[in-house]
């Protein structure tokens, strides 16, 4: 950084109103007012100087800028103000991290105390040496998939416990217990302190986390700061608690200053919330919207099923009044003559079918009858048969003394030829009737009839 001298000739007295020391006693001491106009008047002075460094805050508001610039090899740093009428002849693109050089005028304002440097113009250099190495370990974890989205656990919609990481007695703290206790009174909490900057920061943080992560009754995990420069808030871009919170088996909340604040520690973790206030509202539920959304739902699933039942009552009614159920026996009744006409109808047909076939079967039995051969034994005439079945034709064939088997109308008797006797015919009576042929006398059954 360039040195500068204030403007000032040697051997030329000071300004008359000027403050010195040994002016101002015990008794008769000097006003703040004037104190602040001498110091205002000597730094008045100094010229502009141009000088190199590192952009760790750019805070825009109301049209100016307000940050901080810082050295390239310690840390000091200094403030700096941008005019909104300045900021239109400067780079669009500067942001923090940026390695710039800038020329600064020293500024003081007397009514409230506060010194800082003016800005008239600025340039890039190129990027900051910590911005480049958070560049090059966010491109490391991108490439090792610690900010892919599917990896990211969902947070318990009503956790039991909250686990939160933050400084002792910061306004993060209250802002989380606060906002969490008035969206839901039986929020629990299991807090552990660290600190939030410095060489402490990225160790306690750590050892805090494992703890809450071990534990089996927090169910999300909030670390939460209330803001800060990116300076203060590079212990949350540490590849070593990086790599612990995406580790972590416990959902895990970062809630790392304001909106504008961005550290890797958003990108790893679970659920990147823009403040502490906002983490608490992510976390927890507010029990005043549940309640009225299960009113929302149970109205909807009223009104829903008095709808479905209405309509099915309608429906019903419709299909009541249709002639059909209206009256069901009406259907029954103009059937029933129908039914009558066919039963009728189909008795009458049966009765002609029993009718024909009883006249058929009358028919075949007279048939039947006139040529069966018990027609002819039932006018007195007998079939003779010989001792071995043979039916007797010839006179001949059956000599005196053999025993022939008479068969009758009613009946079979035997009797013993006398052998043949004269051919001769009664007076008055008819001749004998020729021998019956073997289907006429049955040859071949015992009895000679069927």
């Known amino acids: 950084m ?9 051997g030329e007295a000071p300004p008359a109103d ?54 390239l090899g310690t840390e000091s740093t200094v403030s700096f103000r941008i005019w909104s009428s300045t900021l239109a002849r400067l780079p669009k693109d500067l942001q923090v991290g940026d390695h710039v050089v800038a020329c ?7 009514r409230t ?15 900051g040496e910590q911005l480049e190495r958070l560049e090059r370990l966010r491109v490391q974890l991108r490439s090792e998939g610690l900010f892919d989205p599917a990896r990211k656990k969902r947070l318990p919609f009503l956790p039991q416990c909250i686990g939160l990481i933050t400084g002792e007695n910061s306004d993060a703290e209250k802002d989380v217990h606060r906002n969490a206790e008035l969206r839901w009174p039986r ?19 750590i050892a805090a986390l494992k703890a809450l992560d071990a534990d089996p009754d927090v169910d999300v995990i909030v670390i939460a700061r209330g803001g800060g420069d990116p300076q203060t808030l590079l212990g949350f871009s540490d590849e070593r608690l990086l790599r612990a919170v995406a580790a972590a088996s416990t959902p895990i909340v970062s809630a790392i200053g304001h909106e504008n604040d961005r550290p890797l520690l958003d990108e790893v973790a679970d659920v990147r919330a823009s403040t502490p206030t906002d983490a608490a509202k992510r976390v927890v539920p507010d029990v005043s919207e549940q309640r009225a959304l299960v009113a929302q739902l149970r109205a909807r699933l009223t009104g829903r099923l008095t709808q479905r039942v209405v309509h099915d009552i ?74 071995d079945g043979a039916v ?24 013993t030829s006398e052998g043949v006797v004269a051919d001769a015919v009664p007076h008055g009576s008819s ?16 009895d000679g009839a069927a």
Request: hydrophobic share 35%; proline share 7%.
């Open 113 to 127: 105390g506060d010194f800082s440097f003016a800005i008239s113009a600025m340039r890039h250099v190129g990027l």
């Open 18 to 71: 000027s403050v010195h020391p040994r002016d101002s006693r015990t008794d008769a001491p000097t006003s703040v007012s004037r104190l602040n106009d001498t110091i205002r008047g000597f730094i008045e002075r100094w010229g502009s100087v141009w000088v190199e460094g590192e952009i760790t805050s750019f805070n825009r508001r109301g049209g100016n800028v307000f940050g901080r610039l810082k050295d």
């Open 187 to 205: 929020v629990h909490f299991r807090t552990k302190h660290a600190a939030v900057q410095g060489d402490r920061c990225v160790p306690e943080t």
């Open 2 to 10: 360039t040195s500068f001298q204030p403007e000032t000739v040697p």
């Open 314 to 387: 309608a429906q019903l009614e419709q299909i009541r009044s249709r002639p059909a159920l209206r009256t069901p026996h009406a259907m029954l009744t103009s059937r029933a003559q129908e039914l009558w006409m066919l039963s009728n109808r189909g008795r009458d047909i049966v009765d002609r079918r029993l009718e024909s076939e009883r006249r058929r079967t009358r028919e075949l039995s007279a048939g039947l009858r006139a040529l069966s051969p018990l027609a002819t034994l039932a006018r007195g005439y007998a079939i003779a048969q010989l001792p």
């Open 431 to 446: 001749p004998a009737p020729a021998p019956l042929d073997d289907e006429a006398t049955g040859t071949g059954s015992p």
């Open 392 to 415: 007797l034709r010839d006179a001949a064939d059956a000599p005196a003394g053999i025993v022939l088997r008479l068969t009758l109308e009613q009946g079979t008797v035997a009797a």
């Open 104 to 110: 600064v005028k020293a500024d003081y304002f007397p």
